[in-house]
């Protein structure tokens, strides 16, 4: 569904220092630099996946994402999106793609969201029954009932979210590019959103890309993720073979009526340690027989096998540089 092949964006930005004198300088002297946000990326992702898009700030998410969907032009390199090449943008291509950026809203501000959905209806030129249909499943899906009449500035962020999406989705895109989707959402509405997406995904084989910082985000919704740093794909594939490889560790939570005193190099490195609970840090293999070990020499109240934190994971992968 969406091929890139050798994807490179440069900008050319002014470069000034500071002060007045280089301010008056500037006027006769303009000097460039040239910044590479993308450099060299190459991937597919075949229909109905949804792929994490992973990286550090300023790595080159959002400038990728903009190319997409045909919002920038490539400096050099190949896409095409459902057969299209974005930036050409034919029409029929922006009825198969959607765009979401959790920083900025699609919908307009003094009216009610009702009355965007109807002006996109216009563009998109979805025709009457359709539009009733999917206005009535999104409503359904995403719990839009009380917020269709509101005006848009009265809603909040969570609610605005919702009809976002709604709005991002009634000329059901094939495509989905989705930047940031749950920023600044409740614990609560952040789960809401995500379940959304994922049934959305199974029942309509959406392709969606994704980029998130919160990894909850990511473990919830992509078994694939691509990872890019200062402008290059560092990973792409599984994300378990990632948790695999760059923390092939579990933690084993261990709580106990009282703590033991004991020498726990026996058993693990300490990650933590609080009043009557230790959490250790376990080669994967040997997580098991630790833990039986523990179980029979103490009296253990509850004991928990966990993969590490996905941050963390992601974290090694952007030390690393090369995966
Ligand atoms: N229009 C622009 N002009 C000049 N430089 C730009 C422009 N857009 C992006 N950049 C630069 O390109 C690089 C990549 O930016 P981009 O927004 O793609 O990163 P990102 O991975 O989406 O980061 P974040 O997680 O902070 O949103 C950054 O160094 C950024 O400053």
Request: hydrophobic content about 40%; charged content about 30%; some cysteine.
């Amino acid at each position: 569904m969406i091929r890139v092949s050798h994807l490179h964006k440069s900008f050319r930005v002014h470069r000034r220092d500071a002060g007045w004198l280089e301010a008056v300088r500037h006027l006769w002297r303009r000097d460039y630099r040239v910044i590479e946000a993308v450099k060299d990326v190459s991937f597919t992702i075949e229909k109905g996946e949804i792929v994490g898009f992973l990286g550090p700030n300023g790595a080159g998410k959002t400038t990728t994402m903009k190319m997409l969907a045909g919002l920038l032009h490539p400096t050099s390199g190949e896409i095409t999106v459902g057969g299209f090449v974005p930036f050409e943008q034919k029409p029929e291509f922006k009825k198969m793609m959607s765009l979401v950026m959790g920083q900025k809203s699609q919908l307009i501000w003094d009216i009610p969201p009702l009355e965007t959905f109807l002006v996109n209806k216009a563009i998109y030129d979805i025709d009457d029954r359709l539009f009733r249909q999917t206005l009535e499943e999104l409503t359904e899906l995403l719990d839009l009932a009380p917020l269709l009449d509101k005006p848009t500035r009265s809603l909040s962020l969570g609610q605005r979210m919702r009809c976002e999406l709604a709005a991002a989705l009634l000329h059901r895109p094939h495509v989905l590019f989705l930047d940031e989707p749950t920023i600044g959402l409740d614990v609560h509405t952040q789960e809401n959103v995500r379940r959304f997406i994922v049934d959305y995904n199974r029942e309509h084989e959406t392709t969606i890309l994704l980029t998130s910082h919160y990894m909850g985000d990511v473990a919830a919704l992509c078994d694939r993720v691509m990872i890019i740093n200062y402008g290059r794909l560092i990973y792409d594939g599984d994300l378990s073979v990632l948790t695999e490889k760059l923390a092939p560790y579990k933690r084993l939570e261990v709580r106990f009526s009282r703590l033991p005193n004991v020498d726990w190099s026996e058993y693990g490195e300490v990650a933590e340690m609080e009043e009557g609970t230790v959490v250790l840090r376990v080669a994967r293999e040997a997580a098991a027989e630790t833990a039986a070990r523990l179980l029979e020499r103490f009296d253990v109240r509850d004991i928990n096998i966990e993969d590490p934190p996905l941050e963390e994971v992601i974290a090694r992968a952007f030390w690393e540089e090369r995966v």
